[in-house]
């Protein structure tokens, strides 16, 4: 339970599963896990974790910064119409954001690294701390994978129901592109005021 605590990246996956379908809810659940494999990675190099580094808050505004681009992207039309659907279900684009939103959440790091270190021993020789981390990394991984694609698809049915309800009020009408442009301006702005 404690993986799927609402953080950013929960609201990024179920913004995107109810805007774009259960496939851009599961690529976010998918930006995710690949992030706690960085963190895995990143231990078994032996560096810090990134909110320790002195870099960070430097890091931490450009990637604010970032989502909030693209959540203006998203509300202002391009050029006369909306934001394309290719631009929106672009798989990389879903991947990166997400990705992004886990690496630059110092509690999500914090709460990666605590899971990461729980079966490495001080005994244990360097290869096998390797190992260990590295499968303790891929096992994070894919339990983050499954919880996210869950919200993914609660996201994916809060989305269709939503869409059924609209229909059939025609004098309420709702963008979701824009919406999911306000979510995300909305995130950046919440990890440029946390504290680290």
């Known amino acids: 339970m404690l993986l799927a605590l609402p953080r ?19 690529l976010g659940a998918l930006g ?9 990675v990143l231990m078994v190099l032996g560096c810090p974790p990134l909110a320790w580094l002195p870099f960070f808050p430097a890091l931490r505004l450009a ?6 681009w693209c959540g203006l992207r998203a509300l202002l ?7 394309s659907p290719k631009r929106a279900h672009d798989g990389e684009a879903i991947v990166l954001q997400a990705l992004l939103c886990h690496l630059l959440d110092p509690r ?6 605590f899971l990461l270190v729980q079966w490495a021993r ?18 994070l991984a894919a339990a983050l994978l499954g919880c996210f694609s869950l919200v993914s698809l609660a996201g994916a049915r809060l989305g269709l129901a939503l869409r059924l309800v609209l ?10 592109d824009r919406a999911m442009g306000t979510l995300l301006i909305g995130l950046g702005l919440w990890l440029a005021l946390q504290r680290s």
């Open 8 to 26: 950013p990246e929960f609201f990024y996956v179920l913004g995107r599963a109810a805007a774009h379908g259960p496939r851009a809810g599961r």
């Open 32 to 40: 995710v896990a690949l992030a706690v494999c960085v963190h895995a």
């Open 63 to 68: 990637g604010t910064a970032y989502l909030a």
């Open 77 to 83: 039309p391009a050029r006369g119409h909306s934001t």
């Open 108 to 113: 999500a790091e914090l709460y990666s690294l």
């Open 122 to 139: 001080p005994e244990d020789s360097i290869p096998v701390f390797v190992l260990k981390a590295i499968f303790s990394g891929l096992l």
């Open 167 to 176: 229909k059939r009020r025609t004098a309420l009408t709702v963008d979701f």
